[in-house]
């Protein structure tokens, strides 16, 4: 938000990884127009050689950006992000 009101445009908000070990990242802005419609692959080399698994390197790059533990916000005994209309009912 800061950097919108200060003029800043075409950006979106990046994580930048510092560290690996410790994890450390900051938020950082990145030019959108070099990344809209841009496919990222994995790259070969975090594919171990028979080609049906990642290697070690591969689950230490991502495991700080999928870890986590959640509890669902419930409403009315279901998960938040799930909802139910009469409509769908008929």
Do not use: S
Not at 68 to 76: C, G, I, K, N, Q
């Amino acid at each position: 938000m800061k950097a919108a009101f200060e003029g800043e445009t075409g950006k979106m908000i990046i994580l930048k990884r510092l560290f690996d070990d410790p994890y450390i990242c900051i938020t950082d802005l990145y030019d959108v127009h070099k990344v809209a419609n841009v496919e990222k692959k994995v790259p070969r080399e975090w594919i171990n050689e028979t080609g049906d698994y990642v290697t070690q390197e591969f689950v230490n790059y991502v495991k700080p950006l999928i870890q986590a533990e959640l509890t669902p916000m419930m409403t009315d005994g279901l998960p938040r992000h799930l909802y139910y209309t009469e409509k769908e009912n008929k």
